[in-house]
């Protein structure tokens, strides 16, 4: 038995000032669960602002356009970029990843500060920043130090909620621990049979959720329209 609307009924539950840790493996398709993280901003009335990390967003966006989505509504979206050559989106920001860690995590910082008092309530929907880490193979520690801590500073800000997608292939076991303890929420995904979604809450807030599990079938997508 599938449960499309109980994961839809689920979701309302998540408060102003979570974080979520969204890991995925990397033949999950990734642009699917993109779209359905729209879709639950449209129906919760929230504003979307994609925080884009190495043209991550262009890779969905044109798996969807493949798929037949019409892609133009990702034009509207506020972007903030961070690396990468190829814009997508409305870019409100742009993020000079060359500067130290120190200088563009305080950069972004400095930024949504101001976005979330003027956006609110607002969903951040972070893609790529397990990309990040592979630009820094002698300094991972120290990078991921200031990453940790630009994720603590909003947590807790009832102006904005924050989706994190990971690709935990991408991230050592060590950092993906940390990024768990940082969230109020993890969801892992998996694919069963190129037929399913599994989304299992790895941790929640309520310790009653812990282990729970929602199927999706591909034919109740998308769970909201957007």
């Known amino acids: 038995m599938t449960n499309g609307k109980s994961l839809v009924e689920y979701l309302g539950g998540i408060k102003l000032g979570e974080s979520i840790l969204i890991e995925y493996h990397p033949e999950d398709p990734v642009h699917i669960l993109f779209k359905e993280a729209l879709g639950y901003t449209k129906y919760y009335n929230y504003n979307p602002i994609i925080l884009d990390v190495f043209d991550t967003l262009h890779l969905i966006k044109e798996q969807l356009r493949v798929m037949g989505w019409d892609v133009k509504k990702i034009e509207k979206l506020d972007v903030i970029k961070a690396g990468g050559i190829i814009?997508?989106?409305n870019i409100v920001k742009r993020i000079d990843i060359s500067n130290d860690p120190a200088v563009y995590t305080l950069d972004l910082i400095e930024f949504l500060k101001g976005y979330y008092t003027k956006n609110k309530p607002t969903v951040l929907i972070v893609l790529g920043m397990d990309k990040l880490?592979?630009?820094y193979t002698t300094e991972v520690a120290t990078l991921d130090l200031h990453i940790a801590g630009a994720?603590?500073?909003?947590?807790?800000d009832e102006?904005?909620?924050?989706?994190?997608?990971?690709n935990i292939e991408l991230v050592s076991k060590e950092i993906l621990y940390e990024w768990e303890e940082l969230v109020t929420r993890v969801f892992e995904i998996t694919l069963k049979e190129k037929k399913q979604f599994i989304i299992k809450v790895k941790k929640s807030i309520k310790i009653?959720?812990?282990?729970?599990?929602?199927?999706?079938?591909?034919?109740?997508?998308?769970?909201v329209k957007v």
Not at 151 to 156: A, H, P, Q
Not at 159 to 166: E, K, P, T, V
């Open 159 to 166: 102006s904005r909620i924050a989706l994190y997608f990971a």
């Open 151 to 156: 994720m603590k500073k909003f947590l807790g």
């Open 87 to 89: 814009n997508n989106g």
């Open 133 to 135: 880490l592979r630009l």
């Open 208 to 223: 009653d959720e812990h282990g729970r599990e929602f199927i999706v079938s591909a034919e109740e997508l998308p769970l």
